[in-house]
């Protein structure tokens, strides 16, 4: 990645999200660097989320759900990490949705790949980090705080299937002590994240899932 393409936001900066500089997560806002369109921070987010471990009934519903809203006016974010996040990141650049990528790490000597520069170029990719150069290569920390702020900027969470007791089952539990909705496959691998109180949607049916009022 070509540093000069990497805008440096302040909290007081244009463009800076408003949600940032008021969400308790750090003890003051974070300093973002942005590659993209920063438009794509404007009205209703989903934040995409999946274990590292994801059961077989899930990975095949993963997948459905991507080659459904890859054609559907929608903005997702995450951070893209684990093994499904990545195929489902590869699936819906193939269409027309629009992504935001929040790496673990700085972005300054990230490389970006090649099928990410198309969607890049026609602005419907945007590339935000919430640490600066010094972080290089993400770590279980940076992914932790990365995941708070990834959650705090989206208006509804998609968690495909969470561990049980692991970080994305917190994660889900914190979305939805602050009534904030969180959706999750319909499947018999994710019946804990329902009864914690995550919405069922299929690839076939999601209208629940795009229809949250954003407002």
Known sequence: MDARNCITLQADSVGYPAVL???EIDARPPVITVQGNLDLLEGGII???CSIRCPGDAILKVYDLARSLRSKDVTLIGGFQSAMEREFLDLVLRGSAKVIICPARGLGAMRIPAN???PLSDG?????????GSISRATSGSAILRNAYV???SHSLLIAHAEKGGKN???CMDVLARDKPVFTLASPDNERLMELGAVPVTADSPLPLLQTDYS
Do not use: I, V
């Not at 419907?124 to 600066?132: E, G, K, N, P």
């Open 21 to 23: 500089r008021c969400c």
């Open 47 to 49: 934040g995409f989320f």
């Open 116 to 118: 990410w520069r198309k």
């Open 124 to 132: 419907r990719l945007l590339l935000l980090s919430f640490f600066d």
């Open 151 to 153: 959650a705090a900027l």
């Open 169 to 171: 089952e917190k994660l």
